[in-house]
């Protein structure tokens, strides 16, 4: 018997081993080495390109993902990145794989990824290549993004100013020390982009037109008020290269004034700290896209990454030097170089004398636990004896209905509430199929499908229905119903909540007539809008028939320009009356509706509830409607104050009066220089506000949107103008532009009542000038306009 027990034991541990070495070999086959090429643009030894190679290495580990990685350095930081050293590089690396395919290339920084851009199809056709430390935003449009796929490094710098700022309120002056090199005038463009932020802080930047020595020397004489920027130096104007170890610390030491910087590689060489990018994630951040691109993905499928990976890192050696304190910085901040306490010391020896502490409280407690736990099990037994009658007392006299009953048709029990309900006693629905009995016959296929239901979904339903009581009368009633199932998923019993809800009934009809009498109601008040509404228009077009006439001919312009004078202050009259006129029906209708909406909500359905909604929603439209109708006409009633106005602050101004709209907007706006002009300023502000306001919500389409404004001399005028790179418009329909409630885009595009032009024109031509318009479709808009004939 042990003989046949051990020759079975031995033939299945021969089986094991077999099958798992089956299984080895057909993994490895079905997963053979993965080959990488990492391509680095600057040297080994570079310590922002050695973290980035150490954090794809970290995610890519060789053993464990059966992946072969091979590592090249460019070394175009020392050497520069020539044409004559790019053809080297390319002679050498057309030798060195012309026998070998990679699976996947990783470069980092910009130079490597632009000798892929240049090579890649002659050196590594068909090859994905996914990329990090690219300064250029814009790379997204200049790749292959069949191929290509990456992470930009973007750079925390106005985090960090700000930070800078608060940590020092009293500064007046940043001085920033960038190179002239492609990466200085990324980062310098970068910087200078964000100076519209500091307009009472002073900028210098120092280059590499200066020694070391001049740099040392100036950084060294610098007012209290100053702090240091250092954003990227590694050669000085005698082309003397200079690790940014040693740049920065040699700044730092000679500075007098904190210095901070955006890098996690200069963090222990003499900089404060500030939010920081560090090349390790950079480059796990690349390893998880690669390890993507090896999984089957496709490089297109994975978007080029933009936003910073950084967080705020500090020295604690310069925070002493400069007098900050740690609870001054930004919560969960990383601090280098702070002296241990006894607690990081021995932190393991501590945690582990806790927990054995904690274990030999619990075991005690355990024991005490134990001994309670049957004396609690008895007292709990009598308390739920007496809560169970507790609870049945409760029930029997509660006032809502309450009935058990079983699959079979039998009823369990059920309450005095549901006994008056039904005109039966307990005994008498225990004798009958109570619900059958109780149920009319109309309701018995939506009863089948409401139980249906809950035997489907196992979970409580909830209806309406009718009751036949004893005496043969009806009682409405809602009924929730929850099912009690047992251990196979069954229904045991059922638990029923019965309210007669004939007196809501009663109150919905009720509620139902007066509903039907509001509907009336708003049907009259929009019927009486849309007669005062049509009269407007009808004045519009008698306005613009009778501007038709005037331009037919030249001979009788004279003697009709005074009856359209006379005849547009009479529509100004007209239109500022039939406004106000219009104002109190439409106050009347918002407020009622509101007060319906506020007060008789709960008695409303949601209908109800929305077609007040609508009502409010139409008279507030007709309210903006008749705001505008009220604007073009001040327009034409405000006495004229001219003066002579600079008009670059008018501009200013109403661009600041904009304020919501510039809300979460990237928008370069630009004012060049004006010339002083003779005009209304109040008249002026609000074209500008117009024109701007136009500007603003049709460059909505850009995610960068760009506003211009500037003047022009023509035939011994000046010709301001306003230009945009919004959508545009087709200029077959410019004659229609300036006419009022003319509108060239549909509503649900671009909100507006199209009076906003008009009121420019009018303006304009109160001051005896002329207004017009040149535009390209999603290209943009310039508007052009005078102040004299």
């Given at each position: 018997m042990n003989i046949k027990r051990n020759i079975k034991f031995i033939m299945i541990f021969n089986l094991s081993v077999i099958i798992f070495l089956l299984n080895s070999f057909l993994f490895a086959q079905e997963n053979p080495t993965k080959d990488?090429?990492?391509?680095?643009?600057?040297?080994?030894?570079?310590?922002?390109?050695?973290?980035?190679?150490?954090?794809?290495?970290?995610?890519?580990?060789?053993?464990?993902?059966?992946?072969?990685?091979?590592?090249?350095?460019?070394?175009?930081?020392?050497?520069?990145?020539?044409?004559?050293?790019?053809?080297?590089?390319?002679?050498?690396?057309?030798?060195?794989?012309?026998?070998?395919?990679?699976?996947?290339?990783?470069?980092?920084?910009?130079?490597?990824?632009?000798?892929?851009?240049?090579?890649?199809?002659?050196?590594?056709?068909?090859?994905?290549?996914?990329?990090?430390?690219?300064?250029?935003?814009?790379?997204?449009?200049?790749?292959?993004?069949?191929?290509?796929?990456?992470?930009?490094?973007?750079?925390?710098?106005?985090?960090?100013?700000?930070?800078?700022?608060r940590l020092h309120p009293g500064t007046r002056q940043i001085v920033f020390v960038v190179e002239n090199s492609p990466t200085g005038t990324y980062l310098w463009n970068q910087i200078k982009g964000l100076l519209k932020y500091y307009e009472d802080i002073r900028t210098t930047r120092i280059d590499d037109s200066l020694s070391m020595e001049q740099i040392e020397d100036r950084v060294r004489k610098l007012s209290d008020d100053t702090i240091v920027y250092w954003g990227t130096l590694h050669r000085d104007k005698f082309r003397k290269y200079y690790p940014f170890e040693e740049g920065a610390l040699r700044v730092s030491k000679a500075s007098s004034q904190?210095?901070?910087?955006?890098?996690?590689?200069?963090?222990?060489?003499?900089?404060?700290?500030?939010?920081?990018?560090?090349?390790?994630?950079?480059?796990?951040?690349?390893?998880?896209?690669?390890?993507?691109?090896?999984?089957?993905?496709?490089?297109?499928?994975?978007?080029?990454?933009?936003?910073?990976?950084?967080?705020?890192?500090?020295?604690?050696?310069?925070?002493?030097?400069?007098?900050?304190?740690?609870?001054?910085l930004p919560e969960g901040s990383i601090i280098i170089n702070k002296p241990s306490s006894f607690y990081e010391e021995n932190k393991i020896l501590i945690w582990s004398v806790?927990?054995?502490?904690?274990?030999?409280?619990?075991?005690?407690?355990?024991?005490?636990?134990?001994?309670?736990?049957?004396?609690?099990?008895?007292?709990?037994?009598?308390?739920?004896?007496?809560?169970?009658?507790?609870?049945?007392?409760?029930?029997?006299?509660?006032?809502?209905?309450?009935?058990?009953?079983?699959?079979?048709?039998?009823?369990?029990?059920?309450?005095?509430?549901?006994?008056k309900i039904t005109g039966y006693s307990e005994k008498e629905l225990q004798t009958i199929d109570w619900n059958k009995i109780l149920t009319p016959p109309e309701w018995e296929e939506s009863e089948t499908d409401k139980l249906q239901e809950l035997h489907r979904m196992k979970k409580s339903v909830q209806y309406e229905k009718e009751y036949i009581r004893k005496d043969g009368s009806r009682v409405p009633v809602e009924f929730l119903v929850y099912p009690r199932f047992d251990s196979n998923g069954n229904v045991e019993r059922y638990f029923a909540f019965v309210i007669d809800i004939t007196e809501r009934k009663k109150t919905e009809e009720e509620l139902q007539k007066y509903r039907e009498h509001?509907?009336?109601?708003?049907?009259?008040?929009?019927?009486?809008?849309?007669?005062?509404?049509?009269?407007?228009?009808?004045?519009?077009?008698?306005?613009?028939?009778?501007?038709?006439?005037?331009?037919?001919?030249?001979?009788?312009?004279?003697?009709?320009?005074?009856?359209?004078?006379?005849?547009?202050?009479?529509?100004?009259?007209?239109?500022?009356?039939?406004?106000?006129?219009?104002?109190?029906?439409?106050?009347?209708?918002?407020?009622?509706?509101?007060?319906?909406?506020?007060?008789?909500?709960?008695?409303?359905?949601?209908?109800?509830?929305?077609?007040?909604?609508?009502?409010?929603?139409?008279?507030?439209?007709?309210?903006?409607?008749?705001?505008?109708?009220?604007?073009?006409?001040?327009?034409?009633?405000?006495?004229?104050?001219?003066?002579?106005?600079?008009?670059?602050?008018?501009?200013?101004?109403?661009?600041?009066?904009?304020?919501?709209e510039l809300k979460d907007r990237k928008i370069d706006f630009v004012v060049h220089e004006c010339p002083r002009a003779l005009a209304d300023p109040h008249l002026v502000k609000i074209v500008f506000t117009n024109l701007l306001t136009n500007a603003l919500k049709f460059t909505r389409i850009r995610e960068h949107a760009k506003i211009e404004i500037g003047s022009m001399p023509e035939d011994g005028h000046t010709v301001f103008f306003i230009k945009d790179n919004g959508a545009g418009f087709d200029m077959k329909y410019a004659d229609k532009l300036f006419v009022p409630f003319q509108r060239l885009h549909r509503a649900e595009e671009f909100e507006g009542s199209g009076i906003g032009l008009a009121i420019v024109q009018r303006i304009i031509h109160r001051h005896g000038g002329r207004i017009w318009a040149e535009s390209e479709i999603n290209v943009g808009t310039t508007f052009y306009f005078t102040l004299t004939g």
């Open positions: 990488i090429l990492i391509l680095n643009s600057y040297q080994k030894g570079f310590l922002w390109t050695d973290n980035i190679v150490k954090g794809i290495e970290s995610v890519l580990e060789s053993e464990k993902n059966n992946i072969k990685l091979s590592v090249e350095y460019m070394d175009t930081k020392t050497i520069g990145y020539e044409t004559e050293y790019k053809k080297q590089l390319y002679d050498l690396y057309k030798y060195k794989y012309k026998n070998r395919k990679f699976d996947l290339i990783i470069s980092s920084d910009d130079n490597a990824l632009d000798f892929l851009r240049e090579f890649h199809q002659d050196l590594f056709p068909g090859v994905p290549i996914a990329f990090c430390g690219v300064n250029n935003l814009n790379i997204s449009n200049m790749i292959d993004r069949e191929i290509f796929t990456g992470i930009i490094e973007l750079h925390s710098v106005k985090e960090t100013i700000d930070l800078a700022l904190p210095m901070y910087g955006h890098s996690v590689q200069i963090l222990p060489y003499g900089i404060v700290g500030g939010k920081l990018l560090g090349g390790f994630y950079h480059g796990q951040v690349v390893a998880e896209m690669a390890q993507r691109i090896l999984r089957g993905e496709k490089a297109l499928d994975i978007p080029v990454l933009t936003e910073p990976q950084t967080q705020y890192m500090f020295n604690y050696e310069q925070m002493q030097r400069f007098g900050i304190n740690t609870s001054d806790i927990a054995f502490v904690v274990l030999q409280m619990l075991i005690i407690i355990s024991l005490v636990m134990n001994i309670t736990k049957r004396k609690k099990a008895e007292e709990g037994l009598t308390e739920s004896l007496q809560r169970e009658r507790f609870w049945a007392d409760i029930v029997r006299n509660a006032s809502v209905g309450v009935a058990t009953g079983y699959p079979d048709g039998r009823l369990g029990m059920c309450n005095v509430a549901y006994q509001l509907e009336e109601l708003v049907n009259e008040r929009t019927v009486e809008l849309e007669e005062k509404t049509k009269k407007i228009e009808e004045s519009q077009q008698a306005l613009t028939c009778l501007m038709e006439d005037v331009n037919e001919s030249r001979v009788e312009l004279d003697v009709l320009n005074k009856q359209l004078q006379a005849a547009n202050k009479e529509l100004e009259a007209f239109a500022y009356s039939v406004s106000h006129d219009l104002r109190a029906p439409l106050r009347n209708i918002d407020g009622f509706s509101q007060i319906l909406l506020e007060d008789y909500s709960d008695i409303l359905d949601k209908q109800g509830q929305h077609y007040l909604r609508r009502v409010r929603a139409g008279t507030q439209n007709m309210g903006q409607l008749i705001d505008d109708i009220l604007s073009l006409s001040r327009s034409g009633r405000h006495t004229m104050d001219k003066k002579t106005i600079n008009m670059e602050s008018i501009v200013r101004e109403a661009y600041n009066s904009l304020e919501n």
